[in-house]
């Protein structure tokens, strides 16, 4: 079955045409598969009632009117497109491999065919407007846009994003398909790990720039600009910026603003494929870039303004990494493939430049360095591929780091090395992060001749096995030291490297594929996707919920997977994966019934995978995977060009396989509409084949069947061939065909005219036309040949549609190969072609023939074997032993042994020459060979005689590998400098408020205890708060002074004085004398050499050293460039040789008649490969002898050279491999099978001699002009091949004499420089021992400079202790006056006490005269007021007695008084000794002034003399000769219009230089009338300042008149304001005032308690006098009623007798014990009364504020 289509329609020769999406800019192939393992997930669009679910965002997710927009321009675009390619949906720019190579292979054929797709057309355009824009009109756009930018513009992110693209008819939403996750990481790109804040990291993934909160686990979505992907990100290291530096052709570098995402600038034209790496300054204003293949271009951007400010070639190689030293951002590193490059931006003559020193390796191994990092002293420290860190300085290795017994840092390169708190941290490829001290790095030096160093780590840490750490960030979490990793194996790690007893273990946050995903499978079930990548891994992801859920290891990559069908596996938990080692593994989900629930809506249970079958059916990758529409039959395909089958039901028995005749890409089983159960099988070459289901044996054990191969099975092959040239010759007829009609109407219309006009002479003339036009037809050229390529395009895929017809997807275009000529003079002629088959055909019968007697031995090899083989399974006894089948053994053991003695006599005769030979060899290459870097190469061309040779060039000098240490040049020594501390507050001012407080606290305190609150407890507390008040006030008024006054003094400080000078006019006027006015030569005699200019020998030697690199590097790179022209030369050479044997095997299936000569192959000189003189086998040593042999023996004739012994015609040049025939084992394998086809064809048409028929002979007829065609085309291919090889010999030539004239030019600078660095060295010696006398000298005088400035501060110190001492002098006085109080009788004396002289053993043992006594004493008179006015009084009263306190007199007053005058003469004795350090500290200041001048005028002296040596040595250096090659027309000084002969008065300007200067006059004169006009300007505001300050100073005088007439008229003098406003309340006054409220409020409620106690007892006394009175009144009535009976009884006794006469006793003595008894209560109340009398004294006559009634109810009564 072969697919048909209408004639005219592309698809019948490239394929079928379909319509998809497309991004506005197309893809590379590399964007496919960039390492980024980006599986997304696309959601198609929705209904307007679907609700979303996803909490995520996207920005690019969203389509809004721009897009709209795009489509409906693209709707007037025409959809037809020549490259005729099957596509998928390719939105987020997922393509599988191979999906986008086209896009950049078609583009240009198809522009040449006319036939180019019109949305590609408009692309083309659109990138070409641009070009064609004039150059000023660019620049004036420019300058408009840099004038339009401002700081708060932002670019439209959706007109930057690309877009997908639709055709007009294909009716496809351009939001057909929505980003909704993306489970991809490309963790093989440098850098792509960086953190934003403290949660959000961004990466790159594919096309995405992925946001990913790391808490939430959400993403956001940027996408790429340019469509073709991204090639790195970075971060501004304010976290407000962040740089997506693009991928594609001439890509942007977009940076946008954190965190609204907006792009902020665009930096263009910076590169032309990709970037490599992006870095910002520290300070963020300066953004470096560095691109990738081809360029590598450095540029360094103003970012903010867009432009580049500096631009270079960064190296040959691939860079990886460019970055700003942290310390000093003018310079830069930049390290990549073999290299490591040290840059520092410099002013040149010329302007600022970039000046790159690349590193020097020396004896180090060259490697590729991926981390390093840069020292604050300016060294770099790098990693290496064998992982030891590498320390540089000055562009060379100063030592090589390792751990000890010569361990490497880490097994295998290092990624990274940072500098975090003092500590050196280095991540490996080995999984580790081992920290490092830096002290010991950056003090390493060389001990040995190894140049190594053994250190070991401080600590380190082991992420976890089959880790690969490629990069790390710091997360800004405090107090914690956590770190975000980047795996280049496909995750991204939490490290702690805090390293203590509570780190935690590395964490895997997240885990990616890490690298291309080659198959992927979505659950017919549920929604889960599996996918397997060439990491060694299947993985499981739940994209409902967006998260992994599983996967599994093995030791080969997967390279395909299917989903098992439910009809195999109803469960749905089961797939299949193909691995490239030919195993085919069924793997099944644990918990397949958890799996059916949808896992969007809450989280899953954790899954895993397990193995179910493992099979290996192939020997080769296995690409392709399918299930028969019924699930019985598995069929597997795999590169190595097998289809096996499996029968399913059977446990995967296998069936059977077939051979297919390429590589198989894809296999497509039948869907259900076909009648019958086909399989589609689809080769990569081309080959398409269907084949019917196998037949199932029913055979139970297999283990007879010889081979699995299916034989017999028919088996449908379709070869597609191309009728593009077919189609043309249509078109061109069809074309032909409408000319002819349209000449034919002219020519009738012009005879009918003619006849009209001129009858019968009109009809003559009209036929001569027709003929003249005949002829001209007949030299009409003819059609375009139909052409069939040999090889078709390959396929991509292809699927059924109906029955009988499926639909193929292929891949490029085929173009018609051009027939090459024959130019070659000594090409083999038809007659020499025959002659040369002739001979082939004899040397193949003769080899048959040897192949015969091969054969024949082989048999008697095999029946001897076989006699060996029956003689074994004898038995025992019955076997012969092996020495019975040899005819001799003796011989045979004879023979050895002589062998092997011969043997070692030999080795033991040539030992001593042997050794001696190796010693001189080795002596002769350690002299010449080792350092020769590379020998002289001479590549010959091919046509002609040109030919260049390369620089035989030697190792570095010394001058560019050794630097030495330059001389010490003048520095000011860093001293410290001591600020002064401003006045603080007063300590007794904080004293007292600290007391109020703390006062004010304990009474609030005690206040709330009383509820309610009494009066007397109101008052204390408002007096309190008054006192607050009153301080607050005072000192918030002392505040206000305190800043008011430092306010005045620093506005006077800032007060410029007479001479001073504004610091931006000094450093005007010093860049004015660096880079302008008046600049003397050289040689004149008053030139002075500036600082920066002075040159000394280790200068000159970096200068020579640095020419020397610089001339090494461009030897060096010329020689490459060479060296892959030899390599080129010899790729031609192998295949030209190839094309050739192609050629001849084309001669023999076409008649001798029909050949063309064969070129010449080109040979190789042995001049072009010089290192093969250094390569030896036994046949060249061999060769070599026989020419020794021959000179020695010159009777004896030439020794025959060995060949081939057939005879060999003139016609046959074999030409042996030893003499430059390069044919290699590879280029005729490639050459057999280029030739396979051509040649299987003929002998699969061997069949029985016949006569052909027809259809055969035209068969013959097409496959002769084929191979006629193809002979053609060879001849020209190789003629194309040597054209190109000369063209690019010519032009490297060129540029070789471009350089040898460079290279001359710097021979002769390196002469000059070598003269300059001898005279240098003379002067040396004289020049260190003046700067040395200089150093030391400066370094004194900043010395005593320092003393004086540390004197003065001493000075100062001193000076406030004395100020100090006084004022507590004087507040020793004060407090003792407010302690006596203001009427003591006694406060004369007390002050005399206080201020009596007397003098004290001294606590320290130090002798003093009595001047100093009467120093002391008159300073201390002179200090205190007080003191004096005392003394005067003194004077006048009598020597008193100190040592008794008078009557009545305080004793703690006196006390007191004692204490403090021990205080004031600590304190004069404290003040006496600060004196005279402070006098002494005069005099040292005084001694070192005097030193310092004197040793200023030794330092400008040693300065003057050191500056003539330098006049001296300039004047020496003048002398030599410069050569400077000029052309004539450079020589502008002529005189007469003549040359002259003298030139020395002359001098050499460059152009540039001189506009420059003639410029700059220009400039000076502009520059002149400005100043001039700024002077006056100046001038004039000078005395309208002096006017105003005048009218000023009249105000001040009028309101300080003003002020003073109002503190008249209101104090009646004139106060101070300040000490007005600052007047505070007496602190000891109001303490003293509060505690006698506090005690009157506790005597009072003492009283009070007293009170009560006094009414309770006058209560209780009150009731015993009621008793008493109530006793007494019954003792009355007792007593009348005992009156009454004595009455009677004596009236009785009377009346009885008078016995019973008289009072009795008893009534006596009760009378006198109540009568005693009322006496004595009486006298307790008198007592009681006098007491209450005395307690309402004590105290004064100071009653308590409020008494409460019942006192005053109680008062009256005991008055």
């Not at 030209?1136 to 299936?1149: A, D, H, R, S, Y």
């Amino acid at each position: 079955m072969r697919p048909t289509a209408r004639p005219g329609s592309a698809a019948l020769e490239e394929g079928w045409r379909c319509l998809g999406n497309r991004s506005k800019r197309r893809p590379p192939a590399d964007a496919v598969k960039r390492g980024a393992a980006a599986v997304s997930t696309f959601e198609e669009m929705k209904e307007p009632d679907d609700q979303d679910t996803d909490g995520e965002k996207s920005v690019t997710s969203k389509s809004d009117g721009k897009k709209s927009l795009r489509s409906s321009k693209s709707e007037s675009r025409s959809p037809v497109q020549e490259d005729n390619t099957f596509l998928e949906d390719d939105t987020d720019e997922t393509f599988n491999e191979g999906e986008g190579s086209y896009l950049e292979e078609d583009s240009d054929e198809e522009r040449l065919e006319g036939s180019l797709s019109s949305f590609q057309y408009d692309d083309l355009q659109s990138t070409t407007v641009p070009q064609q824009t004039p150059a000023p009109a660019v620049e004036e756009a420019e300058e408009e846009v840099k004038k339009k930018i401002s700081e708060s513009f932002f670019y439209d992110y959706m007109e930057l994003a690309s877009m997908p693209f639709v055709t007009l008819d294909s009716n496809i939403p351009l939001d057909l398909l929505t980003l909704v996750h993306s489970f991809g990481y490309d963790c093989r790109k440098r850098a792509n790990l960086q953190l934003l804040d403290d949660s959000i990291a961004i990466y790159i993934a594919g096309n995405q720039l992925i946001f990913l909160n790391l808490k939430t686990k959400e993403q956001i979505y940027l996408r790429s600009s340019s469509g073709e992907g991204i090639g790195v990100i970075g971060v501004h290291p304010h976290k407000t910026y962040f740089t997506v530096a693009e991928k594609g052709s001439f890509p942007d570098i977009i940076i946008y603003e954190y965190p609204s995402l907006r792009p902020y600038r665009i930096l263009r034209d910076g590169t032309e494929k990709g970037y490599a790496y992006v870095d910002f300054n520290y300070s963020g204003n300066l953004l470096a870039s560095v691109g990738s293949n081809p360029d590598y271009t450095l540029t360094i951007w103003n970012w903010k303004e867009e432009q580049p400010i500096l631009r270079t070639k960064a190296f040959s190689q691939e860079v990886f990494k460019v970055t700003f030293n942290p310390d000093n951002e003018e310079q830069l590193t930049t390290s990549g493939s073999g290299h490591i490059k040290f840059w520092e931006m410099a002013f040149t003559f010329t302007g600022l430049k970039l000046q790159g020193s690349l590193g020097r390796f020396g004896k180090t191994i060259t490697t590729d360095i991926e981390g390093y990092m840069e020292l604050p002293d300016g060294k770099v420290l790098s990693g290496s591929e064998w992982g030891n860190m590498l320390l540089w300085e000055g562009g060379l290795i100063k030592v090589e780091l390792c751990r000890g017994t010569s361990k490497s840092c880490h097994n295998g390169p290092i990624n990274q090395i940072m500098l975090y708190e003092g500590e050196v941290i280095t991540v490996g490829s080995d999984g580790y992060v081992r920290i490092w001290d830096f002290e010991t790095i950056d003090t390493a030096d060389v001990i040995d001749e190894t140049g190594l160093l053994e250190i070991e780590p401080i600590n380190e840490l082991q992420v976890d096995k089959n880790v690969n750490l490629f990069s790390m960030i710091k997360m800004n979490e405090t107090g914690n030291n956590f770190w975000l990793a980047q795996d280049a194996n496909g995750a991204i790690w939490k490290l702690d490297l805090s390293f203590s007893n509570i780190t935690q273990d590395p964490e895997c946050l997240f885990s990616f594929h890490s690298g291309a995903i080659e198959a992927v499978a979505v659950s017919p079930l549920t929604y889960l996707m599996a996918t397997t990548a060439l990491d060694c891994s299947v993985r499981i992801y739940d994209f409902a919920s967006k998260t992994p859920l599983a996967q599994m290891k093995f030791k080969q990559g997967g390279t395909a997977l299917v989903w098992v069908p439910r009809m195999v596996n109803f469960t749905g938990a089961q797939i299949i994966v193909g691995f490239e080692d030919g195993v085919v593994r069924i793997l099944e989900l644990y918990d397949p019934k958890g799996l059916t629930i949808f896992a969007g809506r809450k989280k899953i249970l954790d899954a895993d995978i397990q193995l179910k079958q493992v099979f290996k059916p192939h020997t080769a990758c296995v690409t392709a995977l399918a299930y028969e529409r019924d699930g019985e039959i598995l069929a597997t395909g795999s590169k190595d060009q097998t289809v096996f089958f499996f029968e399913v039901e059977r446990d995967y028995k296998p069936i059977g396989y077939i051979n297919t005749p390429g590589p198989v890409c894809q296999l497509m089983w039948s869907p259900m509409s076909h009648p019958e159960s086909t399989l589609l099988i689809m080769c990569e070459n081309g080959y398409i084949l269907e084949a019917p289901l196998p037949t199932i044996k029913q055979e139970e054990d297999d283990h007879d069947v010889v081979s699995y191969e299916i034989k017999d099975m028919c088996i449908k092959c379709f070869h597609f061939s191309s009728v593009k040239s077919k189609i043309l010759r249509l078109i061109e007829i069809e074309k032909r065909e409408r000319q002819r009609e349209l000449k034919e109407k002219i020519r009738e219309e012009r005879r009918n005219k003619l006849a009209a006009e001129m009858g019968e002479d009109g009809e003559k003339e009209f036929q001569e036309e027709e003929e003249e036009e005949e002829e001209e037809e007949e030299e009409e050229e003819p059609l375009p040949e139909i052409f069939i390529p040999s090889t078709p395009s390959p396929i991509l895929c292809g699927f059924y549609s109906e029955p009988g017809k499926f639909w193929v997807s292929l891949f490029g275009i085929e173009t018609e190969p051009i027939p090459e000529d024959i130019e070659d003079p000594k090409a083999y002629s038809i007659e020499n072609a025959r002659r040369k088959r002739e001979h082939d055909k004899l040397m193949k019968e003769v080899g048959e023939i040897k192949a015969q007697k091969r054969e024949q031995i082989k048999a008697l090899r095999s029946e001897f074997c076989k006699l060996l083989e029956m003689n074994e399974k004898l038995p025992k006894h019955m076997q012969f032993k092996r020495t019975d089948f040899d005819v001799d053994s003796q011989i045979r053991a004879e023979m050895h042994r002589k062998t092997a003695f011969k043997i070692q006599q030999v080795e033991k005769e040539l030992a001593w020459e042997k050794e001696k030979h190796e010693l001189g060899l080795m002596k002769l290459k350690n002299r010449f060979r080792d350092p020769l870097e590379s020998d002289t190469i001479v590549v010959h061309a091919i046509l002609s005689d040109h030919k260049i040779s390369s620089y035989r060039l030697v190792q570095p000098s010394k001058y560019s590998k050794f630097k030495r240490a330059s001389q010490s040049e003048r520095k000011p020594s860093k001293l410290d400098r001591f600020e002064k501390e401003g006045p603080g507050r007063k300590d007794s001012q904080r004293d007292a408020g600290g007391s109020v407080t703390i006062q004010e606290e304990s009474i609030v305190e005690k206040g709330k205890k009383f509820r309610p609150k009494t009066l007397s407890e109101i008052i204390v507390e408002n007096q309190i708060e008054k006192t607050r008040k009153l301080i607050l006030k005072a000192e918030r008024a002392q505040l206000k002074i305190q800043q008011r006054k430092k306010e005045w003094e620093e506005l006077y400080k800032s007060k410029p004085g007479d001479d001073y000078e504004d610091p931006k006019d000094l450093q005007a006027i010093k860049e004015a004398q660096v880079y302008m006015g008046d600049f003397n030569l050289k040689t004149a005699p008053d030139y002075k050499i500036p600082e920066h200019m002075r040159i000394n020998a280790a200068k000159k030697e970096e200068e020579l050293g640095h020419l020397d690199s610089l001339v090494h590097g461009n030897k060096r790179h010329m020689n490459k460039c060479i060296l892959s022209l030899r390599d080129l030369k010899v790729a031609v050479v192998e295949e030209i040789q190839c094309l050739v044997e192609e050629l001849k095997n084309i001669q023999l299936t076409l008649h001798i008649s029909k050949h063309i000569p064969i070129p010449k192959i080109p040979q190789i000189h042995p001049e072009e490969v010089p290192e093969k003189r250094f390569q030896y086998d036994e046949e060249t040593l061999l060769n070599f002898k026989q020419q020794q042999m021959k000179s020695n023996d010159e009777k004896s004739p030439g020794v025959e050279q060995t060949g081939s012994g057939g005879p060999v015609g003139g016609f046959l040049k074999l030409s042996s491999g030893k003499d430059g025939d390069l044919t290699t084992r590879d280029s005729i394998s490639r050459s057999s099978k280029a030739s396979t086809f051509s040649l299987d064809i003929p002998k699969c048409l061997e069949f029985e001699k016949a006569e052909p028929t027809d259809v055969e002979l035209e068969i013959m007829k097409r496959d002769e002009i084929k191979h006629v065609y193809m002979q053609q085309y060879l001849v020209n291919r190789i003629k194309e091949l040597v054209v190109t090889f000369d063209a690019e010999l010519r032009l490297l030539r060129h540029q070789k004499l471009k350089l040898d004239t460079q290279m001359k030019l710097s021979d002769l600078h390196h002469v000059t420089l070598f003269q300059e660095i001898l005279l240098l060295k003379n002067f040396e010696k004289q020049e260190n021992v003046l700067q040395e006398r200089v150093n030391s000298l400066d370094k004194e005088e900043q010395y005593m400079q320092w003393k004086i400035n540390e004197t003065l501060k001493e000075m100062e110190e001193k000076k406030n202790e004395i100020t100090k001492l006084q004022e507590q002098e004087k507040a020793l006085y004060a407090g003792f006056q407010a302690a006596i109080g203001e009427n003591n009788k006694f406060a004369n004396f007390l002050m005399k006490v206080l201020k009596k002289k007397i003098k004290r053993v001294k606590k320290k043992e130090v002798e003093g005269d009595a001047d100093e006594d009467e120093e002391s004493e008159e300073s201390s008179e002179e200090e205190s007021s007080l003191e004096s006015d005392e003394d005067e009084s003194e004077s006048e009263d009598e020597v008193f007695d100190d040592s008794i306190c008078p009557t009545n007199c305080d004793v703690a007053l006196f006390e007191l008084a004692l204490q403090l005058r021990e205080k004031r003469l600590d304190i004069e004795e404290a003040l006496v000794e600060e004196k005279k350090i402070v006098d002494n500290l005069k005099k040292e200041y005084d001694t070192l002034s005097k030193k310092v001048k004197i040793v200023a005028t030794n330092l400008n002296a040693a300065e003057e003399a050191l500056e003539a040596y330098q006049r001296e040595k300039q004047q020496r250096l003048n002398e030599l000769l410069v050569v400077i090659p000029l052309k004539l027309h450079q020589i502008e000084y002529v005189v007469f219009g003549e040359i002259p002969s003298d030139l020395s008065g002359t001098l050499v300007f460059s152009n540039h230089a001189l506009r420059r200067l003639q410029e700059r006059i220009r400039e000076l004169q502009e520059e002149n009338s400005k100043q001039q006009k700024l002077n006056k300007e100046w001038r004039e505001r000078r005395k309208q300042l002096i006017r105003e300050k005048r009218e000023m100073t009249k105000t001040i005088h009028k309101m300080e008149e003003t002020v003073r007439q109002l503190m008249i008229s209101k104090f009646g003098r004139v106060v101070n304001l300040e000490a007005l406003q600052t007047l505070s309340v007496n602190t000891t006054l109001e303490e003293l005032k509060i505690r006698k409220l506090r005690k009157e409020l506790a005597n009072a409620k003492e009283m009070k308690m007293w009170e009560e106690k006094i009414a309770q007892m006058r209560w209780e006394l009150m009731m015993k006098t009621k008793e008493h009175t109530r006793k007494l009144y019954q003792m009355n009535d007792l007593c009348i009623e005992k009156k009454k009976l004595d009455s009677r009884l004596n009236t009785l006794q009377n009346q009885q007798g008078n016995a019973f006469q008289g009072p009795r006793e008893a009534d006596v003595v009760a009378r006198e014990e109540v009568t005693e008894l009322i006496q004595l209560q009486a006298e307790r109340i008198s007592a009681l009364k006098e007491e209450i009398a005395l307690l309402r004294r004590k105290g004064g006559l100071i009653l308590p504020p409020i008494q409460s009634p019942r006192e005053k109810e109680i008062q009256p009564a005991d008055l």
